[in-house]
């Protein structure tokens, strides 16, 4: 999905990046807000004017939206979670929290921050509203509708729906109430599934009406949200039949090494190519130290695979993109589902063991189900509760 990007800013150690989607969702709103809400809502102004309120109003909701995520990404560096770009695309933004909470406590307050800092814009807008007043109604015209922005903002994500914040803070509730994570995402993801189908009805209908951009947009937020549900439901319900399994029961003995030294042409001439492998370890003098995959080779265009070399592109190992040989085997799918690269590679301080992808997941449940052992019941877990 985020296919071609472009840096924008780093603000309190974030950077701030805009994926090519979001464009569509900046257009579409500048379009929008300049020819029929603005027109509306402010009536006898110029088109000219109702043009420059359009990007004001576009301008301020894309900064109360990344200011949303900072609020998320600030609070989980409080609690020492690992994060990456805050991102800007079709849906809005996206703050890239490396690893999931270890507590609900941490869960609840980092899922909360972003409405709350939403809530605190919308206030803010009212009062630049009230004080612009009818001398000013352009201006006052921007702010009302930044005001309302953002609490639709806040609304829409404390709906209990997993993965938006509303679905977070009540799986953080539940966790804390019950101890269980895999039933309280269970739970939360049922909203997701339920908003999600809303979602999508809701947008059907617009699609009737002849709303065909706001329709189109709704039903697609609304799939997203609905695969989110069921992709964190998937990761459950595989926990339940890896329950006791660890990470050295599943990973890919053989793993494929390369050195710095390999150009990328060779690389992929010699070992991507021929091995079929998406996921490749450079390590150099026996030691490991970050991984290649698909995304990085995409980096660097064909013509100039001859003279980069693999060192250049290489992707340093981060806690999100390795995984202990005893960690549990639900440990190491929750990383797999947050990294973009789906492999993990399995390290015991920087000696490669092996790596692990959702292919080595499905192949061990096929098969222990073709040779009909039972699942594996752990001593070393208690039942309610997986840390
Ligand atoms: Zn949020």
């Not at 073709?370 to 840390?387: C, G, I, Y």
Request: proline share 5%; with cysteine.
């Amino acid at each position: 999905m985020f296919a071609a990007r472009f840096n924008l800013f780093t603000l309190l150690g974030f950077r701030v990046v805009i994926d090519v989607t979001w464009f569509f969702l900046a257009f579409y709103l500048v379009v929008t807000l300049a020819s029929r809400y603005f027109p509306g809502v402010v009536p006898h102004q110029n088109s000219y004017m109702y043009v420059v309120m359009g990007i004001a109003g576009a301008a301020g909701l894309f900064l109360s939206i990344v200011l949303h995520e900072m609020a998320h990404a600030y609070t989980a560096r409080r609690f020492d979670l690992p994060v990456g770009d805050i991102t800007l695309f079709i849906f809005g933004g996206v703050a890239e929290i490396r690893q999931e909470p270890q507590t609900p406590r941490a869960e609840f307050w980092v899922a909360l921050m972003g409405p709350v800092a939403s809530v605190g814009l919308a206030a803010l807008f009212y009062a630049l509203m009230v004080e612009s007043g009818p001398a000013h109604p352009a201006a006052s015209g921007v702010f009302s509708f930044l005001a309302l922005a953002n609490t639709m903002l806040a609304l829409f994500n404390l709906a209990p729906a997993f993965p938006l914040d509303g679905g977070r803070i009540l799986r953080s509730l539940i966790w804390w109430r019950t101890g269980n994570l895999r039933r309280a995402t269970r739970i939360s993801a049922a909203g997701g599934s339920v908003f999600g189908a809303f979602l999508v009805v809701t947008g059907l209908l617009q699609l009737v009406n002849g709303n065909m951009m706001g329709g189109t947009w709704l039903l697609l937020i609304g799939l997203f949200v609905a695969a989110a549900a069921s992709q964190a439901r998937g990761i459950t319900n595989a926990a339940e039949n890896l329950r006791g399994v660890r990470v050295d029961d599943l990973m890919e003995r053989n793993p494929v090494t390369v050195a710095p030294d390999l150009t990328v042409e060779r690389l992929v001439r010699d070992t991507i190519y021929p091995q079929n492998r998406k996921f490749v370890v450079v390590t150099e003098a026996s030691r490991a130290f970050g991984f290649i995959g698909p995304e990085q080779i995409r980096r660097v265009p064909e013509s100039q695979w001859s003279e980069t070399y693999v060192r250049a592109i290489t992707e340093p190992f981060t806690f999100g993109t390795v995984v202990s040989p005893t960690a549990t085997a639900f440990e190491a799918l929750r990383k797999l589902q947050a990294n973009s690269c789906r492999h993990l590679a399995v390290l015991e301080g920087t000696t490669l063991l092996g790596t692990v992808s959702e292919t080595d997941f499905l192949n061990y449940v096929t098969l222990r189900e073709e040779l009909a052992l039972p699942k594996k019941v752990a001593a070393r877990e208690p039942a309610t509760s997986e840390r």
